[in-house]
């Protein structure tokens, strides 16, 4: 099995390497373009061969993306951005203690998405000389954001659309943790509504059909014309129709 050749190091001057390079990535699309005749042809029809044929443009083009990049001689980005940062303070007190809350906004905005940074703090100190409470200091966090954009990429086509989520939450009594929720967020775009945990796309609906990698039923479910109840065990009740 034959293997492509390692690009040419660097050398002379520019419009000599720019002529190997570009020698280089002309003697690399024959290679692919006759690796590419040579594929067994499905039986199946059209539509098989070009999913392949998607499938395979998609790899070369993300080859052909990393070879450019890493052996390019010059890389240059620019990109306009814009950025405004927004604060509030709530502040009361009394005899029985103080409460202090603390909203701040950070919106950026580029070429790319219109995104909008969210962060909410309350802090409660109790004075618990003047009013019996079963903690002295109470101490709320949330992160979260709104992204107007690009959310991600299908291959290498940009997805357009709207995410929504949630980073962090954090509540503290007296110094101790006692909620954690990180990293959960849904997204909208043209195509279908999506929800990940992680990083990791759990349910999206999409062509009239829900799809979820788990599910826990609370109470009960109703598939057509029969209703699923977990209450005094598990049961099935057909509804009539």
Same mark, same amino acid.
């Given at each position: 099995?034959?293997? !492509?050749?390692?690009?040419?190091?660097?050398?002379?001057?520019?419009?000599?390497?720019?002529?190997?390079?570009?020698?280089?990535?002309?003697?690399? %699309?024959?290679?692919?373009?006759?690796?590419?005749?040579?594929?067994?042809?499905?039986?199946?029809?059209?539509?098989?061969?070009?999913?392949?044929?998607?499938?395979?443009?998609?790899?070369?083009?993300?080859?052909? +993306?990393?070879?450019?990049?890493?052996?390019?001689?010059?890389?240059?980005?620019?990109?306009?951005?814009?950025?405004?940062?927004?604060?509030?303070?709530?502040?009361?007190?009394?005899? !029985?203690?103080?409460?202090?809350?603390? *909203?701040?906004?950070?919106?950026?905005?580029?070429?790319?998405?219109?995104?909008?940074?969210?962060?909410?703090?309350?802090?409660?100190?109790?004075?618990?000389?003047?009013?019996?409470?079963? !903690?002295?200091?109470?101490?709320?966090?949330?992160? %979260?954001?709104?992204?107007?954009?690009?959310?991600?990429?299908?291959?290498?086509?940009?997805?357009?659309?709207?995410?929504?989520?949630?980073?962090?939450?954090?509540?503290?009594?007296?110094?101790?943790?006692?909620?954690?929720? +990180?990293?959960?967020?849904?997204?909208?775009?043209?195509?279908?509504?999506?929800?990940?945990?992680?990083? +990791?796309?759990?349910?999206?609906?999409?062509?009239?059909? *829900?799809?979820?990698?788990?599910?826990?039923?609370?109470?009960?479910?109703?598939?057509?014309?029969?209703?699923?109840?977990?209450?005094?065990?598990?049961?099935?009740?057909?509804?009539?129709?």
């Amino acid at each position: 099995m034959s293997k !492509f050749t390692m690009p040419p190091a660097p050398a002379g001057s520019v419009q000599q390497q720019l002529q190997r390079q570009y020698a280089y990535l002309f003697q690399m %699309a024959q290679q692919l373009n006759l690796a590419l005749e040579q594929l067994p042809q499905t039986s199946s029809g059209s539509a098989v061969s070009d999913s392949a044929g998607k499938d395979t443009a998609a790899a070369q083009y993300h080859t052909l +993306r990393s070879l450019i990049i890493k052996t390019a001689d010059q890389v240059r980005r620019e990109m306009e951005e814009l950025s405004v940062s927004l604060e509030g303070t709530y502040v009361a007190s009394s005899q !029985f203690g103080e409460y202090v809350e603390q *909203l701040s906004s950070y919106i950026q905005a580029n070429p790319e998405a219109l995104t909008q940074y969210y962060s909410f703090t309350a802090d409660l100190q109790a004075d618990t000389e003047a009013v019996s409470a079963a !903690f002295e200091r109470y101490r709320t966090e949330i992160q %979260a954001y709104i992204r107007t954009g690009i959310v991600y990429y299908d291959g290498a086509v940009p997805v357009y659309g709207v995410a929504v989520g949630q980073n962090l939450t954090v509540e503290d009594v007296d110094g101790e943790q006692v909620v954690s929720q +990180r990293n959960f967020r849904a997204t909208y775009t043209a195509s279908k509504l999506s929800f990940w945990q992680d990083a +990791r796309e759990v349910a999206y609906v999409s062509n009239n059909r *829900l799809y979820i990698t788990d599910i826990t039923v609370l109470q009960g479910l109703t598939v057509g014309s029969w209703q699923i109840s977990t209450q005094g065990g598990l049961t099935f009740r057909w509804m009539g129709g």
